[in-house]
């Protein structure tokens, strides 16, 4: 119990660089799509459309993550997934109508819904139980990169070489991404019992993890936040006079990529509390400040406080979801738990859109800092019984 087990294998650098560049490809398009979509003639609802299609087909295959390893290895469902978000993303330059954007758009969410999760969970697979929060911590640093550095090459390549170059430089992205999805060496699979086999057949997916349903609740509460804080907070900036909506992204991403260097070990040593609860509260502070931010300076420590309590709350929550499930559930765990995220994302921007539309985006974020109240009441009455209940058990 004493050794320090090492993580950083082959398998997991190869892993972490390669889910990098799958996101860093996504967010290329994050600001530049809708410019695509404005091109073709689509108006602004269709614009929402092109999202939500995106993410609704994600949402729909990751059910089926953990019959698709039932049927093929791992690591082939997982090359799978990259050749899909390969070829659908050098598709959208054969986008001559909005119809057709539409379908590659869907055949995309098929994609990176498998290989999100199963980058995930591979990952996961290659950590010691007791390191599991550090690593994902670490597995995340590479997507929180990508996160910020994406949009700024997505804008400079539309700039640059037009859509077409744009769409090449993600396909060739994602290229690099399956070269090194190829070089990941398969994990010996372990013999299943007959009754297990049995059991298989009978349910051959599962709709939705219940054991992980308070960390996916959890997840969809800071999803919502998060979406609004995405969605509307360069349009709150411009409104405000503020000229650095790029650099609040930019320090959003740096603080979220320095606490996950010591808030996974804090969550081994420790437990989920110590960082789920001290991070809701800053995270309440991070979102008031946005929206009484008058100055430049405040609206930049208000990205920073965001970054460290979104940066330390996501991996928090997707290390505790896969620590509470079997090595071979962890599909269905971790797929559970991005559905429920990216529907809080998507709900949030649709949501608490309409709250700005009726009050101010000042109110909006006000507003949204109630959901952070809830996720904090119920992770608190659940560290409350739980107690209770181990309190019982051991006077029994």
């Not at 082939?76 to 054969?94: K, N």
């Not at 550090?134 to 700039?159: C, D, K, N, R």
Request: hydrophobic letters at 55%.
């Amino acid at each position: 119990m004493s050794v320090k087990e090492n993580f950083w294998s082959r398998n997991f650098i190869f892993l972490m660089i390669s889910n990098a560049l799958l996101f860093m490809a996504f967010e290329m398009l994050m600001p530049t799509l809708p410019l695509f979509v404005e091109s073709l003639g689509g108006s602004p609802s269709q614009i929402g459309l092109v999202t939500g299609v995106f993410m609704c087909s994600a949402i729909l295959i990751r059910p089926f993550s953990g019959t698709l390893i039932q049927l093929l290895d791992k690591k082939y469902v997982l090359i799978i997934g990259v050749v899909i978000c390969m070829l659908a993303t050098g598709s959208y330059m054969l986008s001559s109508s909005l119809v057709l954007l539409l379908v590659f758009r869907l055949v995309h969410g098929f994609g990176f819904g498998i290989a999100s999760t199963l980058y995930a969970t591979s990952a996961s697979d290659d950590l010691p139980p007791h390191r599991m929060g550090e690593g994902m911590g670490y597995f995340g640093v590479g997507e929180t990169v990508a996160i910020s550095v994406g949009p700024l090459i997505g804008i400079w390549m539309l700039h640059a070489s037009g859509f077409n170059g744009l769409f090449s430089t993600g396909a060739i992205i994602l290229l690099l991404s399956l070269v090194m999805s190829v070089l990941v060496r398969r994990r010996t699979a372990k013999p299943m019992s007959a009754d297990t086999v049995q059991g298989k057949k009978k349910v051959p997916f599962k709709l939705f993890e219940k054991r992980v349903l308070l960390q996916s609740c959890l997840a969809l509460l800071v999803g919502v936040v998060a979406g609004g804080v995405m969605s509307f907070v360069a349009l709150f900036a411009k409104e405000q006079g503020f000229n650095n909506a790029a650099w609040f992204f930019f320090t959003v991403a740096m603080a979220s990529f320095l606490v996950r260097l010591v808030s996974g070990r804090i969550f081994d040593t420790k437990g989920p509390a110590y960082i789920l609860i001290p991070a809701g509260i800053v995270l309440i502070a991070a979102i008031v400040m946005v929206a009484s931010s008058r100055t430049e300076l405040q609206f930049l420590i208000a990205a920073v406080l965001y970054g460290l309590s979104f940066g330390a709350i996501f991996p928090a929550l997707q290390a505790w979801a896969i620590s509470v499930v079997g090595e071979d559930e962890r599909e269905d765990a971790v797929g559970s738990f991005y559905n429920f995220f990216d529907l809080g994302i998507g709900g949030g921007s649709l949501v608490l859109g309409m709250v700005a539309g009726l009050t101010s985006y000042k109110t909006m974020y006000l507003f949204s800092t109630l959901l952070i109240a809830a996720y904090l009441i119920i992770f608190v009455t659940y560290i409350v019984l739980d107690k209770k209940k181990s309190h019982n058990t051991l006077n029994v």
